[in-house]
T-cell receptor, first 117, second 111 residues
Framework: NAGVTQTPKFRILKIGQSMTLQCTQD?????MYWYRQDPGMGLKLIYY???????DKGEVPNGYNVSRSTTEDFPLRLELAAPSQTSVYFC????????????????FGPGTRLTVT | DAKTTQPNSMESNEEEPVHLPCNHS???????IHWYRQLPSQGPEYVIH???SNVNNRMASLAIAEDRKSSTLILHRATLRDAAVYYC????????????FGQGTTLQVKP
């Protein structure tokens, strides 16, 4: 299993441009999450999804959109990039908890480093 | 969401035990205590979690106070590869499993 993969690894955007950060997981996990991490800070939740077709806002959703048409993919869309969106973006996934499940462990991707200038 | 308090940084010598403290005085009865760590330039990775009893796994041990208002992550023999930011997180009680990250403790391991 590749786990959680993210593309691209790095990207530089000009103010006002748009882009989509891709996230794919091959573990058949129901739950997926997008976080952002500013320098020296902990991660903040942007959006999450509990299954295909279901998404909800996290702590910092403004300026972003998501969709979940398949179990595997959870893309994050930036419509009008702003310098405040310069950050490292992490995607994560976890399985649906069930009795006997060992943990609610989230698996994180390697991140996308985005700079908006 | 209940919050956690951790020291900003700690130092340890290689091959010595490390005790990373976490205070969570407003924890509710159904909050699980999770620990994640983030190695430099990587995404976070799960370390351990617990509810009331102390827990051990291949990576670490988790000691939970009897009143559950604090916990301690124990690395039994620190290695240079353990240098990371360690996050103590109280897992969202809803089934969505959202993680609310604080700033964590930066652990430096000296050879």
């Amino acid at each position: 299993n590749a786990g959680v993969t993210q593309t691209p690894k790095f990207r530089i955007l000009k103010i006002g441009q748009s882009m989509t950060l891709q996230c794919t997981q091959d573990m058949n996990h129901n739950y997926m999450y997008w976080y952002r991490q500013d320098p020296g800070m902990g991660l903040k939740l942007i959006y999450y999804s509990v299954g295909a077709g279901i998404t909800d806002k996290g702590e910092v959703p403004n300026g972003y959109n998501v969709s979940r048409s398949t179990t595997e993919d959870f893309p994050l869309r930036l419509e009008l990039a702003a310098p405040s969106q310069t950050s490292v973006y992490f995607c994560a996934s976890r399985n649906r908890p069930s009795s006997g499940a060992p943990s609610y462990e989230q698996y994180f991707g390697p991140g996308t480093r985005l700079t908006v200038t | 969401d209940a919050k956690t308090t951790q020291p900003n940084s700690m130092e340890s010598n290689e091959e010595e035990p490390v005790h990373l403290p976490c205070n969570h005085s407003t924890i509710s009865g159904t909050d699980y205590i999770h620990w994640y760590r983030q190695l430099p330039s990587q995404g976070p990775e799960y370390v351990i979690h617990g509810l009331t009893s102390n827990v051990n796994n291949r990576m670490a041990s988790l000691a939970i106070a009897e009143d559950r208002k604090s916990s301690t992550l124990i690395l039994h023999r620190a290695t240079l590869r353990d240098a990371a930011v360690y996050y103590c997180i109280l897992r969202d009680v809803s089934n969505t499993g959202k993680l609310i990250f604080g700033q964590g403790t930066t652990l430096q391991v000296k050879p």
